[in-house]
């Protein structure tokens, strides 16, 4: 035991009850319980440096060793192939296995046998294997965050139906806000009357809803808090699902998405003469940029899915026999984050390249939400008792849609503008 030698921290080990003489550690070798309290003792007081011991042998070792684990597997299930499979049930406890290391020099043959040490060449920048049994890293798939909730309109429902009113706005060709007419009015001319157009949105809560089970087993004996990182994992779920019924939601029993042809606020815009089929050109962009709301256009965002990159990186511009790069100019830097000066946000739940909705340009603050009870969740050991089971429920329960019944016609021109602009099927 070097690290508790008389020679070494004499003066701090008399304070803490350790070893100050020969004959104590004679004593106290002869006596195998006195000497496992005293081990438990020296570990509780050191556990601070044990952690940090762990960490960085570990990191080192495996990192050294270029160590990879294997991919997702089932959590009931023996994983064969991880690392430190091979090291399962050498142990009794977490505790057994960190006062081995913790009295172990980490090279040499004095190690116990039963520790497996990683970059043994590099002496004792090496590491000891954590058991896979130990592991209390979970490795999970990030979810892409929310889109359209941080910049939708948002609001409580107090209710299970609430109706939002609003200003029926469809044509400002004579007047604005459905009706409000604003004429040049000679001396002693008459007045001209006009009120603006009333109407509501109704939102009706819809039910949003997960559901697991666990063996009592794995609750009792995973290594990680299972009831908080079910709650965690269902949470960040039903985010990521009412997202995509903000986005794509047909209305039936959800919500209607502004990227759905339910919306009735929704603008389509043609594709080119001659134009290639699953292909996106910079036409195609100009031409939504020019039908977004005017007062708009410093909110809105451009959200597209993935599979537009390499039609987004490659995008030309003919200028006489010759024609330019418009997005990427050069491979060396990362690609900008913006088109026309408005941000691009990449997502799995947009239409694939060359259908409707594969890139769209929204001002989501024309969409509503309305929130009727948030993320809840509830556990029943009785549902399964005869299997030995607990049952998780998570439910939520919401609604939403865009709050325009139509586009907008402007007070002169041809086309009709919209906060919810996308591109027409290039089939």
Known sequence: MPEYDVSERQGDAKSKGRITTQEQLETLLTSPAELDSYVERVVQDEMGDVNGLIKD????????????????FDPNE?????????????FGSMGEFLRTIHHSPRYGDHNDK???????????????????????????????EAIVRPRAFTMPMASDRVRIPAIRDTSHASNVFGGVSVNWTP????????????????????????HTISSNELLADSAIGLSALLT??????????????????????????????????????????????????WENLVNMYARMLPSSLGRAVW?????????LATLQLSVGTGGSAIWINNGQAGPPASILGRPLVFSEKMNTVGDAGDIMF??????????????????????????????????????????????????????????????????
Do not use: C
């Open 57 to 72: 042998a570990v990191a080192d070792g495996v990192k050294a060793a270029r160590v990879k684990r294997p991919g997702m």
């Open 362 to 427: 929204a001002d989501l603050s024309y969409y509503a939400i309305g929130d009727r009870q948030s993320v809840t969740v509830a556990s029943s050991p009785h549902v399964r008792f005869t299997t030995d089971e607990t049952v998780w429920r998570f439910i939520e329960r919401l609604d939403g849609r865009p709050w325009l019944d139509s586009p907008l016609t402007p007070r002169r021109g041809s086309n009709t503008l919209s906060p919810f602009v996308r591109i027409a099927a290039r089939a």
């Open 78 to 90: 023996p994983n064969p192939e991880a690392v430190g499979a091979d090291m399962d049930g050498k």
């Open 187 to 210: 001396e002693s001319g008459t007045v001209t009357a006009s009120e603006p157009t009333f109407s509501q949105i109704a939102l009706t809560a819809k039910k949003l809803t997960g």
């Open 232 to 281: 965690q994992l269902f949470g960040q779920a039903i985010r990521y699902f009412e997202d995509d019924a903000f986005i794509a939601g047909d209305g039936a029993g959800e919500p209607v998405g502004f990227n759905n042809a339910n919306n009735p606020a929704l603008v389509s815009v043609a594709k080119e003469t001659g134009q290639a089929a699953d292909t996106i050109v």
């Open 303 to 311: 959200i597209a899915n993935p599979d537009t990159f390499p039609q």
């Open 114 to 144: 039963r520790l497996k040490i990683l970059g043994e060449s590099e002496g004792d920048a090496g590491g000891f294997l954590v058991p896979e049994e130990f592991r209390t890293t979970l490795m999970t798939l990030a979810l892409e």
